[in-house]
């Protein structure tokens, strides 16, 4: 006869097996979802808007507000895939603007582009995207920053009108046909050959929006960028400072350091500026210009509108 003792201790055995391999399961299942949760969430980081206190919210989806999404197309035949260590992108779009870096490392180097969504509220407290509201995107190749310092790298910028509001705009940067960089690099050269130019640590630009026939506007907000650094200022009361305008101009200066986290402001170097209010249209909500650095040492003036 079987041990009575025996039999218990078997189906104990198989009991404790049975938790131990549910419990095995479990764990391997929770593991392998968070991991795939991570690598999604690291992929879509990219896509999202940096927000002032950089902490990478998507503030639009959680308050459920319909977003504006623009996909910036990158052409990677144009992108030195070994001296590139991250892509700069920087953007103003619907009176946001937005600074990603893209490691190279996360791109997969078998495929022709790359794209990455820009995405913004449809409404804020500005302006409400319609077409077709002006918006530019820019992207900058940073290598070795330390040796390539003062070097002239590679870059491009476009400049495009919201065509959908409902489904994505798409905006292509480093195409074949663009001439943004070769323009730019040729009096980047052409100065080196001038002895003796003027200097200096900052670069200032002073972006003018021209109100005289929009003298109703009550706020507005004002963005520049150059070399992949933007500042952008909310002018909270218009009218306030039309009062005191004797051209109905608003006008703000901007302040950059010439050493940048990805290398020196330089003549050649190209910068955009955009201003944004409801009340600016017709014909549009948001306005953008671009111009290219020709002086060092003096103020450069763009006006936005």
Known sequence: MINKGYIRYICLFIIISFAAANILFVSSSSSSSSSSSSSSSYELAFAKKSDKDGNGDDKGDKDGKDQLIVK??????????????????????????FKQDIPISSIDKTKKTITVDLKTDVDNDIVSAHSPDEFFVCAYQVGNVLNDYNS???????????????????????????????????????????????????????????LADKKDTKKLVIGAMIK????????????????????????????????????????????????????LRPPEGSECE??????????????AR
């Open 72 to 97: 910036a197309r990158i052409h990677l035949a144009n992108i030195d895939m070994d001296k590139t260590k991250f892509l700069r992108v920087t953007a103003f779009i619907n009176g946001d603007d």
């Open 152 to 210: 002239f790298p590679k870059f491009d910028c476009n400049e495009s009108d919201l065509v959908n509001i409902d489904k994505p705009t798409v905006i292509n940067l480093f195409r074949s046909g663009s001439l943004v960089y070769t323009t730019s690099k040729a009096i980047y050269e052409a100065s080196l050959n001038q002895p003796n130019l003027p200097d200096s640590d900052t670069i200032k630009i002073k972006i003018l929006a021209p």
């Open 228 to 279: 992949g650094q933007i500042q952008s200022e909310v002018i909270e009361d218009v009218q306030a400072e039309l009062d005191k305008s004797k051209d109905s101009t608003i006008k703000r200066t901007f302040t950059f350091d010439r050493k940048t986290d990805i290398g020196l402001i330089q003549i050649g170097d190209r910068y955009h500026a955009c201003v944004a209010s409801e009340d």
């Open 290 to 303: 671009k111009r290219i650095v020709k002086n060092l040492a003096k103020v450069s003036g763009l006006y």
